[in-house]
């Protein structure tokens, strides 16, 4: 797993021109044109394009020839909100993927410094190791060798030296724990999006109800 790249959030770049429901023939021939880039902000933060927060959403329908409809704003802003919590979802599972193998990472490297330090004292170490289901049975490692064979996954498994496993697991660590804290921040930052994607729904359409009756008194 590695932090969202362009590839990752490329569902967001191509986002169409939709309502809440299935326009007619004469709709279709009045609705404005409306991409990503009318709702999102110019500068994306590592490929997640960022959600514009409509202050003035009578002047912002009206930017567009015609005007947007509410129907058709709150529409664009629904689909985009889907395609963030698509991605909060990829990227929470990014998150418990690190947090569950970080501690496995230090697990390793704690017991082959401790091998490391038998090897440098010239002492052997006693364990217990699994025979079957509740069936252990004692062991006696010879440290000397300064041999320890790591498992890599995908049925790999390479042998190195006590060093190399430090240097090579103490790597492993530091990008974890270094892209651990970058998914976190794509995370807080996709959630803000989905928050302001929410709020600006909720505006649309209360605008959209205000304006109605606003119309209505007129006609009045």
Known sequence: PSPPTPSDTNQLANLPCCAMSAPSKEDEEEAPSMSLKDITEENDYRAIPQVKFIEDIGKFSKSFKPPASAELLIGAFSELFAKYKNLESRLA??????QEKIPEIEKSLSLVRFLKTKKDKDETLVTRYNLADTIYSKAEVDCASGIVHLWLGANVMLEYTYDEA??????????AKSELEQVVKDLTFTRNQIITSEVNMS??????VRTKRANKVVQL
């Open 93 to 98: 599972q990014k998150r418990l993927t690190y």
């Open 166 to 175: 430090i240097d090579f697991l103490s790597s492993k660590q530091e990008s």
């Open 203 to 208: 505006r649309i359409y209360n605008w959209d």
